[in-house]
């Protein structure tokens, strides 16, 4: 992984930072920090795991305040150990529901392409 490990971080290693809600629990919408979060996504235990096993770091990003309630949710799925932050971290790659790929081009972006986004979870249209 020498290509990796030249992107190692402050977090000792390449890190790939996840998105908690909508990424590793299962999720609607934004109803507060604080709300019990739902089931694991199907396969993200194990993704998590083939990067950790990979060398990789993770670290998982959520707006939620509580991180030990993070922290004991990622637990008991068995995901493998993950820093809880809310604070953007240097990073390899982001995994996130309401990402988009920037491409260098700010032509398109507008109101109406924002408004138009959709989180996999959420159809378009709706
Ligand atoms: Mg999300």
Partial sequence: MD????LATADGGPTVCIDFDGCLSAYDGWRGGRVRPGLPIPGAPAACQ????AGF????LTARDDH???RAWLEEWGFPPMRVTS???PALVYIDDR????????A??????????RPWWQSAGE
């Fill in 3 to 6: 290509a990796a490990q030249a």
């Fill in 87 to 89: 604070m953007k971290v």
């Fill in 50 to 53: 083939r990067l950790a096993d």
């Fill in 68 to 70: 030990a309630a993070v």
């Fill in 57 to 60: 770091v993770l670290v998982v």
């Fill in 99 to 106: 990402a988009h790929r920037f491409t260098g081009d700010w």
């Fill in 108 to 117: 398109g972006v507008t109101a109406e392409w924002a408004m138009g986004l």
